[in-house]
């Protein structure tokens, strides 16, 4: 046999420190050759060189270009997928027309061998084939990434280009390939190499269609030798993938095949080792709505995430044009815990799993949703950054900000009852959703709701509709009076429902924000019941006058100081009706909100959130009470008069607490007694 050192057009260089390389013409015309060429190709090729006359391209293949290693098997298992895919799709072209059997991927592991083979019976490749996909093509990718590496840019372009076969340099010390053409007459070749850039090639004996590529691997990738450790990345990343893979064997429990009975009459249960089928070869994202009942979607859910409570309702996505998606999206319940719903997207593009954290991919409100997004127009060895730069992952996120707007409408169409019943669980996405997406907010704005204390829930113009006769103040301004817990305010909420006023539940964490988004795009106010006496909240053109005198008010002011933290507590008059209590704690509605953005993060004032909690004390100069405590001569029944009303007021507020609640107590006591 003639041995030859191949000399062909790829070559690299290297300079200085820096290495690149550079493609020759023949990569770009590739012909199909003959089999009998082929042949003449292989007694000639037993040796060659993969056209590196530098040091080897793989330590920077394995240093650089993907931070996890694990991914060779996914590309390895995904390539022999597609090499079963390409022979169904033959097969039915008829361009193949031999019995297909089962198709079927085999990951086998030896731990003895120290070796991991992925076998397929897909198409094979002959000769020439593995010449022009092994030495060459897949090589474009080495030189693409080498490139790049030469402008220094390295880190940026980790995992932007996908080196699919050579991934398996990363683990192994020695690849080898055995393959067998589906093509009538093709011969068997088995390639190899250490990943330096030499290869071999030689004609071999193998029966079976298809292709095994044996990885031997290396002594710093034994992790990879271990059976656990396989099988959680083949069920990460093969999990969904259409060809079924088999991974090793399992027991199982099946009947007895003899009938025997056991003592209850039924047929007796033997143990039986089947193969171990790791994944589900046709997820329910890929079926069509209509195959698929409420139960087929829950049970898909608990695939993905197995024990965790059911999800609310779903949205299945099938998009052609102008892309390719399919996916079904999941709305959890949230229950005001944001943070860990996210991260539950996964992504695929075309079954092969690629990632879980789709942050920056997805619009971020998205992110609180789960799923699966598949798309084979999201390239698959790809960087966030470079995902994020994608013109189709750009369409994507948009197309389904729209889906889920247009599903939430509809929900709320067909039934509002039901809607309803899920406000509790979805208002935090939607209102993040409205407020990190202008387009999100003008699709949502006719479904999104408001809840009142009474339970009832209302659309933005029905709320305004509702509240328009008696909370207009005397500036033609709608003001909507709410709450953060209706039992923290139910004294506030009280005297407000009892001047008809109507008291909205804004509890969500989000609820600062929303309220300041709201109010800019509904031209109306909010204030929340303790932000200020009922008169000042929504003001009327009715002055009611003072029985005090300015004066009287003078000398009472000290008094009233004398029993408070001056630190804490502003005491200030009002003239307020007979009926409104004698005494309120009020907290400026712009503190507030800018200490509560604060503590959220984002907006508000940076030294807002390190202020101390304010209040006004609200002495309400027309009640009856406040003249009796200034006529009272006796200095003792003054202050306990005094105080008992400000405790009063501190507790309809939630703010009377530790030693100066006993003392209310006691004093209580002591005053019915
Ligand atoms: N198991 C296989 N059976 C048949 N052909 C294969 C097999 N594995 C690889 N090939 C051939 O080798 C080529 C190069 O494979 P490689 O994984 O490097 O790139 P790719 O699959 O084309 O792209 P990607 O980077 O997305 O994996 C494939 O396109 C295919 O033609």
Redesign the pocket.
């Known amino acids: 046999m003639i041995v030859v050192h191949q000399t062909s057009d790829l070559s690299f260089f290297q300079m200085e420190k820096t290495i690149f390389c550079h493609i020759g013409s023949k990569l770009s015309v590739a012909h199909p050759l003959t089999i009998t060429e082929s042949e003449q190709k292989i007694k000639a090729m037993q040796q060659g060189t993969i056209n590196i006359q530098t040091e080897n391209i793989f330590p920077i293949i394995k240093k650089f270009l993907y931070s996890d290693t694990e991914i060779f098997l996914r590309?390895?298992v995904?390539?022999?997928v597609?090499?079963?895919q390409?022979l169904r799709t033959l097969s039915k072209t008829g361009e193949f027309n031999q019995e297909i059997k089962d198709l079927r991927v085999e990951v086998i592991l030896d731990k003895d061998a120290k070796t991991i083979t992925?076998r397929?019976n897909?198409?094979?490749?002959t000769a020439d084939?593995?010449e022009?996909?092994?030495n060459q093509?897949?090589f474009s990718?080495a030189k693409e990434f080498a490139e790049k590496y030469k402008d220094k840019d390295a880190n940026a372009m980790i995992g932007a280009?996908?080196?699919?076969?050579?991934?398996a340099f990363m683990v192994s010390e020695k690849v080898r390939?055995q393959?067998l053409?589906y093509q009538d007459g093709a011969k068997a070749v088995e390639w190899e190499s250490d990943g330096s850039p030499q290869f071999s090639m030689k004609e071999i004996e193998k029966n079976e269609r298809?292709?095994?590529?044996i990885l031997h691997i290396a002594e710093d990738s034994t992790e990879f030798l271990e059976e656990a450790r396989l099988n959680e990345i083949l069920s990460k990343y093969c999990k969904f993938l259409p060809i079924e893979i088999k991974f090793g064997t399992r027991k199982t429990f099946v009947e007895d095949p003899s009938g025997e009975k056991d003592e209850n009459g039924n047929v007796k249960k033997i143990e039986k080792e089947i193969d171990n089928i790791i994944n589900n070869t046709s997820p329910a994202w890929n079926k069509t709505p209509a195959d698929l009942t409420e139960e087929d979607y829950k049970n898909f859910y608990n695939e993905l995430y197995p024990f965790t409570e059911d999800p609310l309702f779903h949205i299945h996505l099938n998009v052609d044009y102008p892309f390719n998606l399919t996916g079904i999206l999941y709305f959890p319940r949230l229950k005001n815990n944001m943070e860990v719903q996210k991260n539950k997207i996964q992504l695929y593009s075309n079954q092969v799993f690629i990632t879980d954290n789709v942050e920056n991919i997805v619009p971020d409100f998205l992110n609180l949703l789960h799923g699966v997004i598949d798309s084979p127009d999201i390239?698959?060895?790809v960087s966030r950054s470079y995902l994020q730069a994608d013109s189709n992952v750009k369409k994507i996120s948009n197309h389904i900000n729209k889906k889920v707007a247009d599903k939430l409408n509809q929900m709320f169409k067909d039934d509002r009852e039901d809607f309803q019943s899920k406000w509790d669980d979805i208002e935090v996405f939607i209102q993040y959703g409205m407020l990190s997406d202008d387009k999100f907010y003008d699709r949502s704005e006719k479904f999104a709701l408001l809840k009142n204390t009474k339970d009832e829930y209302f659309t933005f113009e029905e709320y305004k509709e509702k509240i328009k006769a008696a909370q207009t103040d005397k500036n033609d301004k709608l003001v909507c009076l709410y709450t953060h817990s209706a039992d923290a305010h139910h004294a506030l909420i009280e005297n407000a429902n009892d001047r008809g006023y109507d008291v909205l539940v804004m509890d969500s964490p989000l609820a600062s924000h929303y309220i300041q988004k709201l109010e800019g795009k509904l031209n109306v106010s909010f204030a929340r019941v303790d932000a200020d006496t009922l008169d000042k909240l929504i003001q009327k053109d009715e002055e009611i006058p003072s029985k005090l005198s300015e004066k009287e008010q003078e000398n009472l002011k000290p008094i009233f100081e004398g029993n408070v933290n001056k630190e804490k507590y502003v005491v200030q008059f009002e003239s307020l009706s007979e009926t409104e209590k004698p005494v309120q704690i009020t907290q400026s509605e712009f503190m507030r909100r800018m200490k509560e953005q604060q503590a959220l993060g984002g907006g508000g004032m940076h030294m807002m959130g390190s202020l101390p909690e304010m209040y006004n004390l609200v002495v309400n100069s027309n009640h009856p009470l406040i003249s009796k405590i200034l006529g009272e001569k006796n200095e003792e029944k003054q202050k306990d008069l005094t105080k008992q009303a400000i405790d009063l007021a501190m507790l309809s507020n939630g703010l009377l607490q530790g030693e100066e609640l006993t003392k209310f107590i006691n004093r209580s006591l002591e005053l019915i007694d």
């Open positions: 590309e390895l995904s390539n022999a597609d090499a079963s390409k992925v397929d897909g198409i094979g490749m084939e593995v022009k996909y092994i093509i897949a990718g280009f996908g080196l699919g076969f050579y991934s390939i393959t053409s298809g292709t095994d590529i390239p698959l060895n």
